[in-house]
């Protein structure tokens, strides 16, 4: 699956490390909050509809991390499942249904960390990534988009090899809008119109917003 990628890399990273470096793997879990969005359905020969500033879905999370640290500086990748939905109307029948849509997601963040006590117990971190995004939606097809994203969390040991993290992230990705000529009944979706930080810095085609509240569980490799 996409979000077990994070494992494979962090096998071969690890391997290279210097003795002062400090790398872990874990699962995370968690909700995902989502910002308003617009929902345009479209049917061939049939016509379209558009619903503006509909209401997300609180949604689960679920994923893979890993992390590689250099003291107060570091690497972190992660693999993220998310789901969500929101209301659409079909053309034509102007029947109201529920969108369904999944997100599978491989992002990469440079991290910063200031220790809250002696070096190697709890700290706070934070960091900014990128990634590619998958997109599943219902009625649909499948798109693969960039997305962009700040994440800030704090990290307690609660063993000499486990470490437990809670976690905020704000998640960006570029409108889903399917390939033209697609068959069947269609989907795109993007943010709404109302105030949206990634539309003022990437402009109206990358602002569906996401901020994911997660728990992680890392196992982490002592120098």
Not at 15 to 22: D, F, L, M, T
Not at 45 to 54: A, F, I, L, Q, W
Not at 175 to 182: L, T, Y
Request: proline share 7%; with cysteine.
């Amino acid at each position: 699956m996409i979000y077990s990628t994070p494992l494979v890399l962090t096998l071969v990273v690890a391997s290279a490390i210097p003795v002062r470096g400090e790398s872990s793997v874990g699962v995370t879990g968690g909700m995902t909050l989502s910002g308003d969005q617009d929902v345009k359905i479209v049917q061939p020969r049939v016509g379209n509809t558009e619903s503006r500033d509909v209401i997300a879905a609180i949604g689960p999370l679920g994923g893979t991390t890993a992390s590689l640290w250099l003291s107060h500086f570091g690497l972190q990748v992660d693999g993220l499942y998310w789901g969500t939905s929101t209301p659409g109307v079909l053309p034509g029948s102007l029947k109201t249904v529920r969108v369904r849509q999944d997100r599978g997601a491989v992002l990469g963040s440079f991290t910063g960390r200031v220790f809250l006590d002696e070096p190697g117990e709890k700290f706070a971190y934070g960091g900014l990534g990128c990634g590619l995004v998958a997109i599943g939606v219902h009625p649909g097809q499948t798109n693969v988009v960039p997305g962009v994203g700040a994440l800030l969390g704090v990290a307690f040991p609660i063993t000499s090899h486990l470490r437990v993290r809670a976690e905020a992230r704000y998640l960006l990705t570029h409108d889903n809008i399917d390939p033209k000529g697609a068959r069947g009944l269609s989907t795109e979706v993007s943010g709404s119109r109302g105030p949206n930080p990634g539309r003022a810095v990437f402009g109206p085609h990358f602002d569906t917003e996401f901020v994911p509240l997660l728990i992680g569980l890392d196992y982490v490799f002592q120098p």
